[in-house]
T-cell receptor, first 115, second 114 residues
Framework: GAGVSQSPSNKVTEKGKDVELRCDPISGHTALYWYRQSLGQGLEFLIYFQGNSAPDKSGLPSDRFSAERTGGSVSTLTIQRTQQEDSAVYLC?????????????FGSGTQLSVL | GNSVTQMEGPVTLSEEAFLTINCTYTATGYPSLFWYVQYPGEGLQLLLKATKADDKGSNKGFEATYRKETTSFHLEKGSVQVSDSAVYFCALSAGYSSASKIIFGSGTRLSIRP
């Protein structure tokens, strides 16, 4: 597709359930980010994939959060045993890397609501 | 660790007013600095950037100067328009290569009255 695609756009789940959020980056983009945006808050960095390098997981808030990127393309963010404080918009972004690494293209996000 | 602090909003101005949105940073190494903008209903997009001290980034009438001595990168515009209403995010990428992640400030919501 032409842009970064995220699914689902909305997810309502019960506390304690696991959820998977998907991100389809722009084809050819080597860098992929996950951020979290809570109501009234800025963008909280979660994880960063760059090419074949080991991902930078320094922003993951707990071991309930994990992410993978298969074949250098699609990425899945998994939250296990969801808690109410996990409710937020989860944003994925990709960039071409290299000299244009700062040109992030954002998806529309997944609104996660944990009841 | 690396971080970005920007002024809290919302900021409300009249059309043609002068705008300043403050941003300061903490970083190791020599960060690159950015301003991103999120217009209503749209995703974030890069507004301007500066990659070394004393560089001035500019775009769409907005400017920001990389001040190493004050660790600041304040966003300015001489005459704002209603169409500038958006959320503005200051950001940095610290490290010595493009393999460094980009981290954002908390965002400042700007509203311009006609």
């Amino acid at each position: 597709g032409a842009g970064v695609s995220q699914s689902p756009s909305n997810k309502v789940t019960e506390k304690g359930k696991d959820v998977e959020l998907r991100c389809d980056p722009i084809s050819g983009h080597t860098a992929l980010y996950w951020y979290r945006q809570s109501l009234g808050q800025g963008l909280e960095f979660l994880i960063y994939f760059q090419g074949n390098s080991a991902p930078d997981k320094s922003g993951l808030p707990s071991d309930r959060f994990s992410a993978e990127r298969t074949g250098g393309s699609v990425s899945t963010l998994t939250i296990q045993r969801t808690q109410q404080e996990d409710s937020a918009v989860y944003l994925c972004a990709s960039s071409p890397g290299g000299q244009a690494f700062e040109k992030l293209f954002f998806g529309s996000g997944t609104q996660l609501s944990v009841l | 660790g690396n971080s970005v602090t920007q002024m809290e909003g919302p900021v409300t101005l009249s059309e043609e007013a002068f705008l300043t949105i403050n941003c300061t940073y903490t970083a190791t190494g020599y960060p690159s600095l950015f301003w991103y903008v999120q217009y209503p209903g749209e995703g974030l997009q890069l507004l301007l950037k500066a990659t070394k001290a004393d560089d001035k980034g500019s775009n769409k009438g907005f400017e920001a100067t990389y001040r190493k001595e004050t660790t600041s990168f304040h966003l300015e515009k001489g005459s704002v328009q209603v169409s500038d209403s958006a959320v503005y995010f200051c950001a940095l990428s610290a490290g010595y290569s493009s393999a460094s992640k980009i981290i954002f400030g908390s965002g400042t919501r700007l509203s311009i009255r006609p």
